[in-house]
């Protein structure tokens, strides 16, 4: 069979090779207290899928599986090693910063509210955004009132803060 019609990286790995490892972020591993408690609660899982998976059949399937949650144990061990915890209560609220709620209104005066998170917390769908996205870049350090450019390839769009808060 051709190696075109076969998934390479699985091909790799029943060859021996472990899965290629998740790339960790270069930027620093800034997390609010709920992104550190869901890394300890995802090494938990991982761990308990694993004890699971290792003391079952000895096939293909379980061996794949194995291998893709120690990489992804690896992933999650490292970004908890790396966290840095940011309590929001310890912020300036006067001032859009790390684990900030921001209430924003665009050019149409449509509202939209935005939560300024790490990177493993972040989820579009939510409205959970990573601290180096662009829009959160272009909301941290401005205040009530301010009006910010967000640069998107889509267009950019004018945004007025209307109100920031910080979760207890």
């Known amino acids: 069979m051709s190696r075109a019609f ?24 800034y997390v609010t207290p709920t992104g550190a408690l869901e890394l300890q609660t995802q090494e938990a899982t991982l761990v308990a899928e694993l004890n699971k998976l290792k003391d079952a059949h000895d096939d293909t399937f379980s061996k794949d599986k194995v291998a893709e949650i120690e990489r992804d144990l690896r992933y999650v061990r490292a970004r908890l090693d ?3 915890l940011v309590d929001p209560k310890t912020q300036n609220h006067e001032t859009v910063l790390f684990g900030a709620t921001v209430e924003v209104e665009d050019e149409e005066g449509n509202r939209h509210a935005f939560h300024i998170v790490g990177e493993d917390e972040a989820d579009a769908t939510i409205n959970k955004v990573s601290w180096v996205s662009p829009l959160a870049k272009s909301l941290i350090g401005h205040k009530v009132g301010d009006t910010v450019n967000w640069q998107r390839p889509a267009g950019n769009v004018n945004l007025e803060i209307l109100d920031i808060h910080y979760e207890s």
């Open 6 to 29: 076969v998934n390479e990286e699985r091909f790799e790995q029943a060859g021996g090779e472990e899965l290629v490892d998740r790339p960790i972020s270069e930027h620093p591993n």
């Open 82 to 84: 790396s966290v840095i």
